[in-house]
């Protein structure tokens, strides 16, 4: 299992967890199965068409999956997932 590294905004949908647990073979399944298992992450991670949101920074270990095969990307159980949401404000 993949673990997944989850940011403050979003750790209400995680019973306030910091880090869960999902499988896959791909980040995009990873990210699929995160929202199986805690309702309402999909709606936070993907667009009406299934791509992940423009603000939502999606990091496998430490590289930006869209520099790699974005939602493609193959994930081992020993790899971490990170979540950054874009912020802004003036």
Not at 57 to 72: H, I, T
């Amino acid at each position: 299992m993949a673990t997944i590294r989850i940011p403050t905004p979003m750790r209400t949908l995680t019973g306030n967890q910091s880090e869960v647990q999902a499988t896959g073979s791909t980040v995009g399944d990873v990210l699929r199965d995160l929202e199986a298992r805690y309702p309402g992450m999909g709606a936070r991670l993907f667009d009406d068409k299934g791509a992940v949101r423009r603000y939502v920074n999606v990091f496998l270990n430490d590289e930006d999956v869209r520099a790699l095969k974005a939602l493609d990307t193959p994930v081992k159980d020993a790899d971490r997932i990170t979540l950054i949401p874009a912020m802004a404000g003036g």
